[in-house]
């Protein structure tokens, strides 16, 4: 597609002082000062003419981007987070046609939020066994390109994410060996100490993220390789952009497993995992997940990867305003949110078409979020145990239920988004537990990894599932499925919320 782009350049218009993504409906000239193109940046104009977009000058520039435009050579889709037209600004996405040309698909005023939810980087569709399908119309994540992520290397050690504003430092090699491995791991409190006294590119107000800006560098592109059984990991594709970001995992040789990449946030879980353990909130972007991890599991201090962030304070902070029609607008994110949700389970095909056909409060524009969206409304200052209550503000209104162990609880809620595993099976989908995330361990069921945290199970109960997960009798007389070291509760029908 990049060779096809500069190709047209022998229709070239003439430079242009201009700054702004701008439109001209009288001479029907688009003008893109910046588009990301595979890590590179275009300076474009098009044409219109007729239905369609044409590219009639495509330029290489080497000037730091003002906005999050970019292509997606995979799946032809362009975004263009901000056009002017006679002063108006909107967010537009066009989609290849062939022969240099685009058809618009979306127009909507452009996004002018504290908080946005960036893209969640996947470009295919899978079906519920896991086999690659058209993304038209099967209102999966893909179908959906919302804030597309984009970066700029500084080339001094920290990169810009143009969708949040935010600056993150680029490596996370703390003890500056020009190496990446376990001895720079930092426990949570190191880590917040490390953060705040860090000095990098004369900077000295970086702070450690909190798990929603943490989760804003997640990249659904990756693989998750906890199935994974060889030692070579060149071939394997993190969930977080390394052609930006410095990604190394497990140090194998100081006896670390491959998949412990979790990386260190500032929010601890307000009540506790493991029957009484302290928690943080983590991401590891080896396995592509948010769990809690205790802080002192077993009486001796767990590290983590560490990854520093400066500017944007305010990001992460949700503003919620009740509409009084059945729907919940967060102007900090700049979506809309059903107020209630689905009262009942579903697995996730039946969930994305509840989404796709919902008409509440007359809108038809209804989809279910992709994870990104969906964990922006997680709070989590809020849990079953300390304010009996889901781990979401108490403006929407939650369907609680009787967990496995006997207690009231609330449910998980899935995502739009598949979650790849490196064995090439993509039969699982993302999911958001708002109540305790159960477990079953040494005969006893408990909250594992916490209320907020992101986990992934099968989208359908037609799977075969693997000798890996079993079934073992809950409290309330009946059959639950475990899986994994923690014996995660398998949760195949989850509730829903859908977005727009």
């Not at 989809?367 to 889901?390: F, G, H, M």
Request: hydrophobic share 30%.
């Amino acid at each position: 597609m990049i060779k096809h782009i500069l190709a047209a350049i022998f229709m070239a218009l003439p430079s242009l002082c201009l700054s702004l993504d701008s439109y001209n409906p009288n001479t029907g000239i688009l003008y893109i000062s910046h588009i990301n193109v595979a890590g590179k940046n275009y300076e474009v104009f098009m044409q219109h003419n007729n239905q369609y977009f044409k590219v009639t000058s495509a330029t290489p520039t080497s000037t730091l981007p003002s906005s999050a435009n970019s292509y997606n050579s995979q799946n032809g889709t362009a975004y263009f987070s901000s056009i002017d037209v006679n002063g108006e600004k909107y967010q537009v996405s066009m989609q290849h046609q062939g022969d240099l040309q685009f058809e618009v698909t979306s127009v909507k005023p452009a996004n002018n939020s504290v908080y946005p939810t960036v893209d969640t980087g996947q470009s295919y569709c899978y079906d519920s066994s896991g086999t690659q399908v058209n993304c038209l119309d099967s209102g999966q994540d893909a179908t959906y390109t919302q804030n597309p992520p984009n970066y700029t290397n500084n080339s001094d050690g920290t990169i810009i994410d143009n969708v949040t504003g935010l600056m993150w430092q680029q490596s996370p090699d703390t003890n500056g060996d020009k190496q990446v491995d376990s001895t720079d791991k930092l426990t949570q409190y190191q880590a917040e100490l490390y953060c705040s006294n860090l000095t990098l590119a004369n900077h000295s107000d970086w702070r450690l993220p909190d798990i929603k800006t943490m989760y804003s560098l997640i990249d659904f592109s990756g693989e998750d390789v906890s199935s994974y059984t060889g030692s070579d990991t060149n071939g394997l594709n993190p969930f977080i952009n390394n052609n930006y970001f410095d990604f190394v995992y497990g140090d194998t040789s100081a006896g670390e497993r491959i998949i412990d990449v979790q990386y260190a946030t500032s929010t601890l879980y307000v009540s506790t995992t493991m029957n009484g353990d302290k928690t943080m909130f983590g991401v590891n972007m080896a396995d592509g997940r948010i769990k809690g991890y205790g802080i002192t599991p077993r009486n001796s201090e767990k590290t983590f990867t560490v990854q520093c962030v400066r500017r944007n304070d305010s990001y992460a902070n949700n503003s919620f305003t009740d509409n009084n029609d059945e729907t919940i607008t967060d102007t900090a994110t700049d979506l809309m949110w059903q107020k209630s949700d689905s009262s009942t389970t579903k697995e996730w095909d039946e969930a994305i078409s509840y989404c796709e056909k919902d008409t509440t409060a007359s809108y038809h524009d209804w989809r279910l979020p992709n994870a990104k969206e969906l964990q922006s409304i997680v709070d989590y200052s809020r849990s079953p145990d300390t304010t009996n209550s889901a781990a979401i503000s108490a403006i929407f209104n939650a369907t609680s239920m009787i967990n496995e162990a006997g207690e009231k609880d609330w449910g998980a809620y899935w995502s739009s988004t598949t979650h790849k595993n490196s064995s090439g099976v993509q039969n699982s989908a993302v999911y958001i537990n708002f109540g305790r995330a159960l477990g079953y361990m040494n005969n006893q069921w408990m909250d594992v990894h916490g209320a907020g945290a992101q986990r992934s199970d099968p989208k359908s109960s037609s799977i075969n599932l693997d000798r890996s997960f079993q079934t073992v009798a809950d409290k309330n007389g009946e059959s639950a499925i475990i899986h994994g070291p923690q014996g995660d509760v398998v949760r195949i029908n989850n509730y829903v919320r859908c977005v727009r």
